[in-house]
């Protein structure tokens, strides 16, 4: 409609335009040619509720979180295999040792 009927809440986000034409379509080959300095049409674009709501999300926090809880995870396993295979070394050399010194 007429006159500005954004939703103050979104006034920080506004986008400006200016709709320009060299001619204007009349159905002729060329078209009406006019002066850009006379006729532009400006126009104001303000996001809604609803363009809001689809757009803002906790999603990202979601997956960053995710991802994070992934690398902890990853991390943990390393962690743990080091350990074991650590302690299974420890053993094998014991074991090695042990058979060597019956052997001598």
């Known amino acids: 409609g007429f006159g500005d009927q954004h939703d103050q809440r979104f006034s920080g986000y506004r986008v400006d335009g200016i709709l320009n034409k060299d001619r204007i379509d009349d159905g002729t080959l060329n078209g009406v040619e006019f002066d850009k300095t006379s006729c532009p049409y400006t126009f104001h674009i303000y996001p809604s509720q609803k363009e809001y709501d689809d757009y803002i999300t906790n ?46």
């Open 59 to 104: 999603e990202p926090v979601v997956i960053s979180v995710s991802v994070a809880a992934v690398f902890l995870f990853t991390i943990g396993m390393f962690l743990v295999y080091d350990r074991l295979v650590e302690r299974r070394q420890k053993v094998v050399l014991a074991k090695a040792t042990q058979s060597t010194a019956i052997v001598s």
